[in-house]
């Protein structure tokens, strides 16, 4: 078995001998038989390896690492962790980490927000804006699903992907041995072996457990915004002293603010942002429920009115229930088949994003039966994020499985001990057609309850479109005051109406 690992030596950026990164400017060095690397579905995994010669190659960490065996490329990645150490005199070995490109997409953030976009579209534009700049290309990108509304607000580039795969079902993205990046369906991306009693391997277990399983999902969003807010008078009324107006929601746009000078008819005020506008007559800010009347206008006073046409914001909370799911458990538990979990994702914007994020929650780990083996001679094609099939009679198993995760490390000089975990997969191409259906019914749903419960894309869901809140004055005690039946608790001010 030939091992070989290649360091790079800081050279121009291009395609390179070994894959992108460098124009061949990579220099060999000679390791120790303790390697081990790990290879895991968007997690940023580990290469550990000491070099025992690094035959004049300067070893830094941020430079670029190949490690082929027998020609092919086994690992790449990038040098985080460097631990130089002298075994005896003048003998000097480094004990080196090496994590994969995950790592370029983990330090990178993304600020953005897309309006009737599929998911390909935000991978791609991801990529163009951000990722570039660290040599990742765009491999096989595929639609995905419609969202009708996104909020990246600075996660990780690598956060953004997983949350975008988690809301397509049966999709996942990875980076390769060559900094592309793909977002495929995984029933596209199947390995030719098949694990069966002709395959070599080893200690073949499955594992079925009921960790991580949900069939009821709460979700803590972010802020949807509300329909036009007409016309309100927000408080306090104008007093001859008071600049700072508040209505009931805070702000997710510009508004409309306008004022009615001693009856003399409304006129339309100018409105800026404030700390970063001059000038006007009133600022807002998003996300405040107030707007500020400019101190160099003259006062409103109590013969004066004002009123705000503004877009509002919702926190957006929501349980999704798989009544299908639900009814199985009960059946096979005898309870109430009930698993319940809560998940906070700050960047959903629309109730629509929230139900798509919790069915793809719901579905990701509705089944978490996996299975443990070991190859010791060769992998193969296998590669995490591709589908296998596995047929072992003597388990009743013909399934067709995800490979999760891939672990390496050397036993002997003559072979190399792979150990697999793979997850409980399937054909779920059909999925998004689903979730295109489910987006459809979701589009519809204005509820403005900050709290919205979800049985299932079959039931019809009844709710009201406004919220009716009325504003009484308050009571206070009184010497002269006493009980009466036709005492009610305070005045009636004013009414108002908010619209989702």
């Given at each position: 078995?030939l ?15 070994y ?16 390697w081990?690397?790990g ?9 550990i ?11 830094i ?17 990038i040098i985080t ?18 994590e ?20 390909g ?30 909020i ?11 949350k975008l ?6 999709y996942?993205?990875?980076l ?8 495929i ?9 098949t ?11 499955p ?9 009821i ?19 306090p ?48 800010t ?9 101190t ?5 006073t ?6 705000v ?8 909370k929501l ?6 799911l639900?009814?199985e ?12 979990e809560?998940f ?10 929230a139900?798509?994020y919790?069915k ?7 089944k ?25 009679p ?12 891939i ?60 919220i ?14 006493f009980p ?13 109406v908010?619209?989702d």
């Amino acid at each position: 078995m030939l091992r070989q690992c290649f360091i790079s030596n800081q050279q121009a950026y291009g395609a390179g001998l070994y894959g992108s990164g460098y124009y061949g400017g990579f220099g060999l060095v000679y390791i120790a038989d303790d390697w081990i690397w790990g290879r895991s579905i968007n997690e940023q995994n580990s290469f550990i390896f000491t070099i025992i010669d690094n035959n004049s190659v300067e070893i830094i960490k941020g430079l670029e690492v190949r490690f082929l065996i027998d020609g092919s490329r086994s690992f790449a990645g990038i040098i985080t962790d460097v631990k130089p150490y002298e075994t005896l005199p003048n003998y000097l070995y480094y004990k080196v980490i090496c994590e994969t490109f995950e790592l370029l997409a983990e330090k990178r953030k993304i600020g953005a927000v897309f309006n009737n976009k599929n998911a390909g579209y935000i991978v791609n534009y991801i990529i163009d804006t951000v990722l570039f700049e660290e040599g990742i290309t765009a491999g096989d990108i595929q639609d995905g699903i419609t969202f009708d509304k996104v909020i990246f607000n600075y996660p990780s580039c690598k956060d953004a992907l997983n949350k975008l795969k988690t809301a397509c079902t049966g999709y996942n993205w990875h980076l390769d041995f060559d900094k592309k990046l793909h977002f495929i369906e995984r029933s596209t991306n199947k390995c030719i072996t098949t694990i069966n009693t002709s395959f070599i391997h080893r200690g073949f277990t499955p594992n079925y457990t009921l960790n991580e399983f949900r069939d009821i999902q709460y979700i803590d969003g972010g802020k949807k915004e509300t329909n036009l807010q007409p016309e309100i008078t927000p408080t306090p009324k104008p007093d001859g002293e008071s600049r700072e107006f508040t209505v009931t929601l805070p702000i997710a746009r510009e508004p409309i603010v306008e004022t009615n000078l001693n009856g003399a008819g409304w006129t339309t005020q100018t409105v800026g942002i404030n700390g970063l506008d001059t000038g006007k007559q009133f600022y807002w800010t998003y996300g405040s429920d107030k707007v500020s009347h400019d101190t160099s206008e003259v006062v409103l006073t109590d013969v004066d009115t004002i009123r705000v046409s503004y877009y509002g914001l919702l926190d957006i909370k929501l349980i999704y229930e798989d009544n299908a799911l639900i009814s199985e458990r009960a059946a096979i538990d005898g309870n109430s088949g009930k698993y319940e979990e809560v998940f906070t994702n700050k960047d959903l914007g629309t109730n629509a994003a929230a139900v798509q994020y919790a069915k793809g929650l719901i579905d990701k780990y509705n089944k978490t039966d996996n299975i443990d083996l070991t190859i010791e001679y060769q992998i193969e094609d296998l590669d995490i994020n591709k589908l296998i099939k596995v047929e072992k009679p003597l388990f009743g198993i013909d399934d067709w499985f995800l490979i999760k995760s891939i672990n390496a490390e050397q036993q002997t000089p003559e072979y190399v001990t792979y150990s697999i975990k793979l997850l409980l997969g399937e054909d779920v191409g059909s999925y998004e057609d689903y979730f295109n259906s489910l987006l459809t019914r979701s589009h519809d749903i204005n509820a403005d309850d900050t709290l919205i419960k979800f049985k299932g894309v079959s039931e019809e869901w009844v709710y009201d479109g406004s919220i009716t809140i009325n504003a009484y004055q308050k009571l206070y005690p009184d010497v002269d005051l006493f009980p009466d039946v036709d005492l009610f608790p305070g005045t009636l001010n004013y009414t108002e109406v908010l619209y989702d």
